[in-house]
């Protein structure tokens, strides 16, 4: 990885159209060069995560669930205080709101976002609506009732007022 973050790594590899998820940039912070070795055992890992992805379907190798089993399973669990491939200062808590859903899952979830809203709007032009027939109707019998006192205390009133 060398001097860069994970946050400039990351926006790299955006820039790349590449996935950004916890196992995609492992594999990119430890690519190495033809003949290049490394003492950690990325290479072993590497080589086992390419195998693994290898038996999975298509479809399976983007599942963020699968991907992020396979990290976990490799590359090891977070550990207390700090969460791997994301930089300084993430906790292992915040890392993972919503990377874990599938783009299924994330557009059932956003479905039911939508739908609720349209519901509460429903709702809200409902409780609108009626406040508007409630207020025009206390106005006219205020409206009703001062015309009255007006008449009882003799002051005309044309018929032809708006009111």
């Known amino acids: 990885m060398g001097k860069r973050s994970y946050a400039e790594i990351k926006e790299e590899m955006k820039a790349k159209n590449l996935p950004t998820d916890n196992l995609s940039v492992y594999i990119y912070t430890r690519k190495m060069d033809e003949g290049a070795s490394h003492n950690d055992g990325s290479a072993e890992k ?4 390419k195998r693994r992805l290898e038996d999975l379907s298509p479809e399976e190798r983007n599942d963020m ?4 089993q396979i990290f976990t399973e ?3 669990e977070d550990g207390h205080g700090w969460a ?3 930089g300084v ?5 915040s890392k993972r709101s919503k990377t874990s859903l ?3 899952q994330h557009n059932e979830e956003i479905a039911q976002v939508r739908q609720e809203a349209a519901e509460r709007e429903i ?12 207020m025009n109707e206390k106005l006219n019998k205020n409206t009703e009732f001062f015309i009255n ?3 009882g205390a003799g002051i005309s009133i044309p018929d032809n007022t708006p009111w």
Not at 46 to 49: A, R, S, T, V, W
């Open 89 to 93: 200062g993430i906790a292992p808590r």
């Open 74 to 76: 490799l590359v090891g």
């Open 123 to 134: 709702r809200h032009q409902k409780e609108l609506a009626t406040m508007y027939t409630e």
């Open 65 to 68: 669930e699968i991907r992020d």
């Open 84 to 86: 791997l491939c994301m």
């Open 149 to 151: 006192i007006m008449r």
């Open 46 to 49: 590497h080589e086992m995560i």
């Open 102 to 104: 599938s783009s299924s």
